[in-house]
């Protein structure tokens, strides 16, 4: 047999070779890691409970799940020994603050910028009407202009409905 027809099984032994043995280490991690259980450590278990280590056994592990809740599982049941903060962080929602002196985001951009007195007088809860009204810088243009608008909101509805009625009376001449 040639070189060229045994390479493939050379590659396919070798890729096993070091699947199982990255597969062992992971195995020998987890048994240390198990292994290096104390009481009072947070653990994680293979079915997601959090609880606090009372007791190891050789096989067994004594949880406290609770107040008054104590639980026997086997030691390979548990998933992962936590950090004193990442428990607390996961099971009573303390938040270790470690960058004590880091800048923090604010939710909003509102407190970026400096507040100034404008801002404050613009804010008195009064309602802003946005409706186009005829100011005393407007009120210089000719009014006999035909592009004049109206000085107030019922001429202008009343110039509408006019012409809405000359189109239709058109429209119906027509017929």
Known sequence: MSLLT?????????????????????????????????????????????????????????????????????????????????????????????????????DDASSLTEPDDSAASASDDAPVDFGKKDTAGTAEAPADTADAEPADADAADKAKTDEQAKKSDGGSEAK
């Open 6 to 106: 045994l390479l493939p099984f050379i590659v396919l032994i070798g890729a096993m070779f070091l699947m199982t043995r990255s597969a062992k280490k992971k195995q020998q991690q987890a048994i240390d890691m198990r292994n290096q259980m104390q009481p009072g450590s947070g653990v994680r278990t293979i079915g997601g409970m959090y609880a606090t280590v009372k007791e190891v056994g050789d096989d067994t592990v004594l949880l406290d799940a609770g107040p008054g809740v104590e639980l026997l599982f086997a030691k390979n049941s548990i998933g992962a020994v936590l950090t004193d903060d990442e428990y607390n962080r996961i099971v009573h929602g303390i938040e270790h603050d470690l960058k004590s002196d880091a800048d923090v985001v604010p």
